[in-house]
């Protein structure tokens, strides 16, 4: 005669029951899970940190406006109260106003070059070029190149003219060979010349895009 064995209950239904398979793979999930965060989590927070952190800066004395001769652009060195604010900047003296442009390529961050050739700034990272007020020509670059504020006081320290208009920049008429030129806080601009709080590298002041850079 045929013998039917019994059926064996493996107990797969049974919501109480884990297996050794179950075990393992709960546990790989937790540590994998545990790894991740142990590396995002201050990855992450590192660059929030420095994101949010505000920029200390002050009005800064990069010289006589003597030291920026008319018609030229001069490119200067600029040291600020902290390591971070140490930066070069483009002094540009023509149409009796000047403006100073951060040499900061407004794509991934390297330093343009300026050719007094052709008026224009160029990156040699990605090939951003920029016009002479530093507004995108080419390349990969979001937004212009970003500035500084500026103004003009006398050796004392009494201003003499600031920067009322972004796109025109501070006035040099009135002003002395011997009144000094200071640089204020950075701050990024739109192709039409409008200020924006300061961006990083690859980010866009204006458009969808900008959107994706809550910070």
């Given at each position: 005669m045929a013998h039917v064995p019994e059926a064996?209950?493996?107990?797969?239904?049974?919501?109480?029951?884990?297996?050794?398979?179950?075990?393992?793979?709960g546990v790989a999930l937790v540590t994998g899970g545990v790894m991740t965060a142990a590396i995002l989590v201050p990855v992450i927070g590192f660059a929030a940190a420095d994101t949010?952190?505000?920029?200390?800066?002050r009005w800064v004395d990069v010289g006589a406006l003597s030291d920026f001769p008319d018609g030229q652009?001069?490119?200067?060195?600029?040291?600020?109260?902290?390591?971070?604010s140490d930066r070069r900047a483009f002094i540009r003296n023509k149409e009796g106003a000047l403006l100073a442009i951060w040499n900061r390529c407004a794509h991934l961050g390297c330093p343009v070059a300026y050719s007094a050739g052709g008026d224009v700034y160029s990156?040699?990272?990605?090939?951003?070029?920029?016009?002479?007020?530093?507004?995108?020509t080419a390349g990969p670059?979001?937004?212009?190149?970003?500035?500084?504020?500026?103004?003009?006081?006398?050796?004392?320290?009494?201003?003499?003219?600031?920067?009322?208009?972004?796109?025109?920049?501070?006035?040099?008429?009135?002003?002395?060979?011997?009144?000094?030129?200071?640089?204020?806080?950075?701050f990024s601009i739109d192709e039409d010349q409008q200020p924006y709080e300061?961006?990083?590298?690859?980010e866009p002041v204006t458009g969808v895009l900008a959107n994706l850079y809550p910070f």
């Open positions: 064996v209950h493996d107990h797969s239904d049974d919501p109480g029951f884990v297996t050794r398979t179950k075990f393992l793979t949010l952190k505000p920029e200390e800066w652009v001069t490119s200067i060195a600029v040291s600020g109260p902290a390591p971070e990156c040699p990272c990605h090939g951003g070029a920029y016009d002479s007020l530093g507004r995108v670059p979001p937004r212009p190149l970003d500035r500084f504020d500026i103004k003009i006081t006398t050796a004392e320290g009494k201003d003499v003219a600031r920067q009322e208009d972004v796109a025109k920049g501070v006035p040099t008429a009135g002003a002395k060979p011997t009144d000094r030129v200071l640089l204020g806080r950075p300061l961006k990083g590298p690859g």
